[in-house]
């Protein structure tokens, strides 16, 4: 397991550390300020180093044991490295607009997702049978549907951990998450409430730099997890391989085994009979013999 490590340099560098303005601040984040400088809160990186390393490693685990993550973050600073991050390492995203029910209610999302599918299959189609109004029509509709689910379209099930920028703006992510008991790797700022967050991640989320270093991180930890997960399928392969050339050869002496039963004991008869057949002619020779 290589997960990757950052230093109070790289954070500093990106601007991790610059929190909210002093009145824009929730009592909750106290214990994770270092300090403040010019009516700005300044977030303590020794901590922030700590809580990405544990984040990290929750992810590694969660993607090694075959989950799936969801990216959160409408944020137009984010929503264009959540989308690519989720696309790179083949997981799950949300990008434009937190739908109300995304994860409590997903037989109606799921529903929406196979009416995007099949709009998205009839727009594909030469002969169509619609009049150009009526694609213009089904075009926005579709666009609409690919803005909202494109990113989870693929997902089958409520996804086994979510990944949160901003959890402000995404709240209702976090209450749906919570509902379901989903873990949750969140990056909170000075502004943000830090309850029911199962790994917290303290540190600016409004940056560009901030923001990429985080996906950076995220996106080099699920690629290492991806390898494990193909190296432990590789073994249980050859062990499933194994097992059968062994299944394979105990067949095969069972087989010669009781072919050796079956002329043994054909042998065995073919000699009593002979014997039975010897005595009767001795029985009859020595009857003759005496006559």
Same mark, same amino acid.
């Given at each position: 397991?290589?997960?990757? @490590?950052?230093? *109070?340099?790289?954070?500093?560098?990106?601007?991790?550390?610059?929190? =909210?303005?002093?009145?824009?601040?929730?009592?909750?984040? !106290?214990?994770?300020?270092?300090?403040?400088? !010019? #009516?700005?809160?300044? &977030?303590?990186?020794?901590?922030?180093?700590?809580? *990405?390393?544990?984040?990290?490693?929750?992810?590694?685990?969660?993607?090694?044991?075959?989950?799936?993550?969801?990216?959160?973050?409408?944020?137009? $600073?984010?929503?264009?490295?959540?989308?690519?991050?989720?696309?790179? %390492? @083949?997981? /799950? /995203?949300?990008? =434009?607009?937190?739908?109300?029910?995304?994860? %409590?209610?997903?037989?109606?999302? @799921?529903?929406?997702?196979?009416? /995007?599918?099949?709009?998205?299959?009839?727009?594909?189609?030469?002969?169509?049978?619609? %009049?150009?109004?009526? &694609?213009?029509?089904?075009?926005?509709?579709?666009?609409?549907?690919?803005?909202?689910?494109?990113?989870?379209?693929?997902?089958?099930?409520?996804?086994?951990?979510?990944?949160?920028? !901003?959890?402000?703006?995404?709240?209702?992510?976090?209450?749906? @998450?919570?509902?379901?008991?989903?873990?949750?790797?969140?990056?909170?700022?000075?502004?943000? !409430?830090?309850?029911?967050?199962?790994?917290? &991640?303290?540190?600016?989320?409004?940056?560009?730099?901030?923001?990429?270093?985080?996906?950076?991180?995220?996106? $080099?930890?699920?690629?290492?997890?991806?390898? =494990? &997960? #193909? #190296?432990?399928? $590789? *073994?249980?392969?050859?062990? $499933?391989?194994?097992?059968?050339?062994? =299944?394979?050869?105990?067949?095969?002496?069972?087989?010669?085994?009781?072919?050796?039963?079956?002329?043994?004991?054909?042998?065995?008869?073919?000699?009593?009979?002979?014997?039975?057949?010897?005595?009767?002619? #001795?029985?009859?020779?020595?009857? %003759?013999?005496?006559?």
């Amino acid at each position: 397991m290589e997960i990757p @490590s950052t230093n *109070i340099k790289q954070l500093l560098e990106a601007g991790v550390h610059l929190g =909210h303005k002093t009145f824009r601040w929730n009592p909750k984040m !106290d214990k994770f300020i270092f300090g403040s400088k !010019d #009516s700005i809160h300044i &977030i303590d990186l020794v901590q922030t180093l700590e809580m *990405i390393d544990a984040a990290l490693q929750a992810i590694h685990k969660c993607i090694s044991s075959g989950g799936k993550i969801l990216f959160v973050s409408t944020k137009k $600073q984010a929503a264009e490295t959540i989308a690519a991050l989720a696309k790179d %390492t @083949s997981q /799950y /995203y949300v990008n =434009h607009r937190w739908l109300g029910g995304m994860l %409590t209610n997903w037989k109606t999302i @799921s529903n929406s997702i196979k009416r /995007y599918k099949k709009l998205s299959e009839d727009l594909k189609k030469e002969n169509k049978g619609f %009049t150009k109004k009526e &694609i213009l029509k089904l075009g926005t509709e579709r666009d609409k549907l690919e803005r909202s689910l494109g990113g989870i379209a693929d997902m089958k099930n409520v996804p086994n951990m979510i990944f949160i920028i !901003d959890t402000n703006v995404e709240a209702l992510a976090v209450k749906e @998450s919570l509902i379901l008991n989903i873990p949750i790797v969140a990056v909170i700022d000075t502004n943000s !409430d830090p309850t029911g967050i199962n790994f917290p &991640i303290p540190g600016n989320d409004d940056a560009r730099r901030a923001i990429n270093l985080y996906c950076d991180l995220v996106k $080099q930890t699920i690629i290492d997890a991806q390898k =494990h &997960i #193909s #190296s432990k399928e $590789q *073994i249980e392969s050859s062990a $499933q391989g194994k097992e059968n050339e062994d =299944h394979k050869k105990l067949k095969s002496k069972e087989l010669k085994s009781s072919e050796k039963k079956v002329k043994t004991e054909t042998s065995e008869k073919k000699t009593l009979k002979e014997k039975k057949s010897t005595s009767i002619f #001795s029985k009859l020779k020595k009857l %003759t013999s005496k006559k």
